[in-house]
Structure formats: structure tokens, C-alpha cells
């Protein structure tokens, strides 16, 4: 009696080692290196496709709090988030490659999973079978997940932000610093003045663009949107937005810039860097154009280019279970993006309860609900009863936990008091399941 993981991304690496720490023996099948995705650049388990941050780790925040849980809960990902971290403020930004190394050695060396480098294209048969194979599943198994489930697949379209080197950045003009100076300066800060702002966003405008043909309409993620659309917006939006000068004070001169482009450590060597918001569908040669207009990128080595593909996600509201087991299939289970779940930690949260499910489908057990007060909880129960006609992809945030009983006005103390009952509520659960 055995699982098959499909997908060794991050929900799939996940699924198998918590099916396997339960003592069920896996097969993953991961397609790479031998058959590529338009986003991926390696053989690694749990690649990371574009940022390399995790996001805010404080549990004043909702993202911070998905987090604490997936520790508490022995999450495989996150430890290896947490072996591979890099200086990023407030939030969990990782060495990529470090990452990935630490997430393909926890699943590879498990006595109980064996890897094997295949693309499947359909769905195999087995007595629990977890699909996981991201935003990008290849062609001939998307459609007979399609036919399996009976639904057409929804879609929307996701960015990738450049990489750049390190010593290609000018830092007689670009300066180190953090927003509000909190925490240590590990950003790079790229001043514009209100002219060089405007010359960059007209440029952005009437860039060419690659946009990748689909069937079907696509929307943008409205968080992750590209650069150039949020130009298109309004003349101010990008000023408002991934480029706000709000907290940052350049220490040369003590002032406050018009705009800033901030930069993000991408490796522990910090030899590579990526642009903050700055995810894109612009050609190549444009891009190129592009960092001429940002002060301090003119000379950018770009080692990576932003990139645009459309990605698509099961109707879960109509066809899966806040267990992650789909409704017609008990023995078949969904994670990742591919639920509609959307982002890095998100994906592995789906992941993780798919995988202690599927372990207890396996053994005949019923499976577990996580309490929607908890962010697991609060993020699944979402995607399985939001609206199906409307149905969008969502990050984990507060908005997702049921209201506290008693109004708090405070946001801080409000969301401090929503993690509180979070946590105490996924111990008692932890401890009544047994998990
Ligand atoms: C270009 C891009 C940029 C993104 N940027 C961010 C970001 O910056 N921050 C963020 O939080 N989220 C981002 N996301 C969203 C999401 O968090 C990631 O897609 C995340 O990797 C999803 O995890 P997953 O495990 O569901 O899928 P993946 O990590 O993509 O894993 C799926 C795996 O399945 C494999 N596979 C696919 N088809 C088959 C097959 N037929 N047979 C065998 N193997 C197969 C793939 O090779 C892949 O390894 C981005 C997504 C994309 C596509």
C-alpha cells in the first residue's frame, strides 16, 4: 500500500515527506530536468520559480502565521526555508539554489520515497495518487485531469521579475538601507528623481511586450502584476506602488527620493539580486532598455530575464475538499497553485495537509479538517466554498480567518489577537488528531 506524488515542486516535495514521516512508502514523479517548464531552470525538487522570498515571517502578519504553523507542524519546505535563509528584513528570503539543494536532499534521502524523473501524461492509477504538478502541468495531463473532473480549467497570467549581478549594480549611485531602517539594510536602493520616474514609466508604456498566446481569457493576478501594466494604470501607480520612496531616507544626503527601485538579495553569496515588483512580459531587448532608465542599473548584467505565462487551476469550490481529496475521487488528491491556492507558502500549506490526509486515507482513517481559525485551515476552507463563478487564485491574509467574536478596532492588536486564537486552536487540533 503506497502513494503516488505527481509533481516535485513545493506542494508535491511536501505531500511525500509528510505521507512518508507517517510511514507510507512514495513514488514522486517529477518531469525535470529531462522535460522543462517555461518558468523552471533546474533539475532541483522545490525550485523556486521567481522571487526567492517567502514573504513576511512576523506573525503580526498573515503570511508570517502560515508559517509558524507550518513549522509547528514539521513542514519540510519551511526548515529548509529556514537553513537557506538570507538577510531580507522582515521577511523569509532564501538562497535559491541552497533552498532547492536542501528540499531535493530531505526528499531524495527519505528511506521511503523513491524519485523518478518522468513526465506522466495522465493521471496513474494507485490506491492514493496526489497531483501537484503547479501552474504549468503539462498539456496531455491537464486534459485528462480535465476530463476526470468534468470542469474546464480556469486561467490568469503570472510575471517573473529580471535577475541581475551584483557587481554590475553602480553603488556610487545605488545605496544599502531598509525601509524605516528596520532590521538590518539588506536591500539595494536605486533613487530616481520626478524625471527620470516619468521617462521610465512612459518607456514602460510603449514597450513591446511578449504575451504568450492561450485558449481561452486570462486575467492578470492583481499581486502579481507586471510592471508595465501597472504603468499603464496611471502615471503615479508605480510611485504608489513597488516603487513608493516611503521610508527611505538615503543616508548621503537625508533626503527622501521622488521614486525608488529596491533591490532584493537573491543568494547567500548576495552575488545575484532581483527587482523588486518588477515582474514582467517585456522582450528581452527591452528589458535591456529598461534597467538603462533605472540610475544604478544602466551597466545590469541581467542573468535572468523577467518572463510572462499564463497559469491555470482547478475549479476546487466545485471539485475538491477542504481535505484536498476531490469529491468524486476520494483516493485522488489535489496540491499547490494547481488548487487555486496562490504563492510559494501557500502551496506547500496545500501540500501538507494532502500529504497527513492521504496518509490516513491509506489507513482507513477519516480525514482531517483543519479549523478554519487557523491559517491552513482559514486558507483551505476558502478555496473549497468561495463563489464558484468568480473563483481567483488567493494568497493566505487575515480576511480569510473567520471574524474574532468581539470587534477589535485595532489593526495590530486585532490581527495579534486572530494569531493567538490561530495558534491555540491548531494545538488543540494537533493534539486531538494526533497529528
Ligand atoms: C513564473 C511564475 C512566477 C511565480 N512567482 C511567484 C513568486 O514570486 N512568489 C510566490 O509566492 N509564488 C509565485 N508563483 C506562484 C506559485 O507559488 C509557484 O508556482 C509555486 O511553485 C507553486 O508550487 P507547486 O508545487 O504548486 O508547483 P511547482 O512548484 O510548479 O511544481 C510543480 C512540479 O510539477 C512538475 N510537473 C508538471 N507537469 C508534470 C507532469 N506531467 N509530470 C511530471 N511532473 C510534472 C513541474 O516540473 C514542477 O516541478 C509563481 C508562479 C510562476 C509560474
Redesign the pocket.
Same mark, same amino acid.
Given at each position: 500500500m503506497g502513494a503516488i506524488v !505527481?509533481?516535485?515542486?513545493? %506542494?508535491?516535495?511536501e505531500a511525500a515527506w509528510q505521507l512518508a514521516r507517517q510511514g507510507i512508502e512514495v513514488d514522486l514523479?517529477?518531469?525535470?530536468p529531462h522535460?522543462?517548464?517555461? %518558468?523552471?531552470h533546474s533539475g532541483w525538487?522545490?525550485? *523556486? !520559480?521567481?522571487?526567492n522570498? *517567502?514573504?513576511a515571517d512576523s506573525p503580526e502578519n498573515a503570511a508570517g502565521l502560515l508559517k509558524e504553523e507550518l513549522r509547528f507542524l514539521n513542514s519540510l519546505v519551511l526548515n529548509a526555508a529556514d537553513r537557506s535563509r538570507v538577510p531580507a528584513g522582515g521577511a523569509l528570503a532564501v538562497d535559491r539554489e541552497g533552498f532547492a539543494r536542501a528540499v531535493t536532499e530531505g526528499v531524495s534521502s527519505h528511506p521511503l520515497i523513491r524519485v523518478h524523473r518522468?513526465?506522466?501524461?495522465r493521471i496513474p492509477g494507485g490506491d492514493l495518487v496526489i497531483l501537484?504538478?503547479?501552474?504549468?502541468?503539462?498539456g496531455?495531463?491537464a486534459k485528462d485531469i480535465q476530463r476526470r473532473l468534468g470542469t474546464g480549467y480556469l486561467h490568469f497570467f503570472? %510575471?517573473?521579475?529580471p535577475l541581475v549581478t551584483a557587481e554590475s549594480v553602480n553603488m556610487a549611485v545605488a545605496w544599502w538601507g531598509a525601509r524605516y531602517d528596520k532590521g538590518t539594510p539588506d536591500y539595494i536602493n536605486c533613487p530616481l528623481d520626478e524625471g527620470q520616474y516619468h521617462v521610465l514609466v512612459d518607456f514602460l508604456i510603449n514597450a513591446t511586450r511578449h504575451i504568450p498566446k492561450i485558449e481561452g481569457e486570462s486575467s492578470y493576478f492583481e499581486g502579481?502584476m507586471p510592471v508595465e501594466e501597472m504603468a499603464r494604470r496611471g502615471p503615479l501607480t508605480l510611485a504608489y506602488g513597488p516603487l513608493k520612496p516611503v521610508g527611505l531616507i538615503d543616508p548621503r544626503t537625508g533626503k527622501r527620493h521622488f521614486a525608488v527601485v529596491q533591490l532584493r538579495i537573491d543568494n547567500r553569496q548576495r552575488s545575484l539580486f532581483n527587482l523588486v515588483g518588477f515582474?514582467t512580459s517585456l522582450i528581452h531587448a527591452e528589458q535591456r532598455r529598461m534597467m538603462t532608465l533605472i540610475p544604478g542599473l544602466e551597466d545590469a548584467e541581467i542573468v535572468r530575464y523577467g518572463?510572462?505565462?499564463q497559469?491555470s487551476y482547478i475549479h476546487s469550490p466545485v471539485v475538491l475538499q477542504a481535505t484536498g481529496a476531490c469529491r468524486q475521487a476520494p483516493g485522488l488528491f489535489f %496540491?499547490?497553485? *494547481?488548487t487555486g !491556492?496562490?504563492?510559494?507558502?501557500?502551496? !506547500?500549506a496545500?501540500?501538507l495537509v494532502a500529504g497527513i490526509n492521504g496518509a490516513r486515507f491509506l489507513r482507513g482513517q477519516p480525514a482531517v479538517m483543519f479549523p478554519p481559525e487557523t491559517a491552513i485551515g482559514g486558507l483551505m476552507d476558502y478555496i473549497v466554498t468561495a463563489e464558484p463563478d468568480h473563483f481567483q487564485p488567493t494568497?493566505i491574509n487575515w480576511g480569510l480567518l473567520p471574524p474574532l467574536e468581539k470587534r477589535v478596532k485595532q489593526k495590530k492588536q486585532r490581527n495579534a489577537q486572530l494569531a493567538m486564537r490561530a495558534r491555540r486552536s491548531l494545538q488543540a487540533f494537533r493534539q486531538s488528531e494526533g497529528i
Open positions: !505527481v509533481g516535485g515542486g513545493l %506542494a508535491g516535495s514523479y517529477e518531469m525535470r522535460v522543462p517548464t517555461a %518558468a523552471h525538487l522545490g525550485e *523556486l !520559480v521567481c522571487s522570498s *517567502l514573504r518522468k513526465e506522466l501524461d501537484a504538478t503547479g501552474p504549468l502541468t503539462t496531455l495531463l503570472d %510575471a517573473a521579475a502579481c515582474q518572463m510572462m505565462h497559469n %496540491a499547490g497553485q *494547481l !491556492v496562490e504563492g510559494y507558502i501557500e502551496s !506547500v496545500s501540500g494568497n
